[in-house]
């Protein structure tokens, strides 16, 4: 198994900057990318980023490019979300993934999920 724990979330005014964390821990080995996911209130999860573990390739949702910048530190098995300019519209529980074998948006393949860190943008 992997275990994964999301930390750094908070309160901020809109236009701030916040840098979520994911601290992975167990199989890592078996980790081909990790992917960040958000659920705002009353919406569906949805994609933010994603990066193999080697952190060589990315993907965004388009909703958070030049925003938004995912990367990893292997040496720490840990993630980074680094989000600037944030919006009201980006509050949100923010949920770290693990994934097998793919780098992908697509949620259904990510086998391993944090508990989440909340993220509060005030207007």
Known sequence: ???????????????GSLRLSCAASGRTFSVYAMGWFRQAPGKEREFVAAITWRGSRTTYANSVK??????????????????????????????????????????????YWGQGTQVTVSS
């Open 66 to 111: 030049g925003r938004i910048t995912i990367s990893t530190d292997n040496a720490k098995s840990t993630v980074y979300l680094q989000m600037n300019s944030l919006k009201p519209e980006d509050t949100a529980v923010y949920y770290c993934a693990s994934h097998p074998t793919g780098l992908t948006a697509v949620s259904g393949g990510y086998n």
């Open 1 to 15: 198994q992997v275990q994964l724990v999301e930390s750094g979330g908070g309160l901020v005014q809109a236009g």
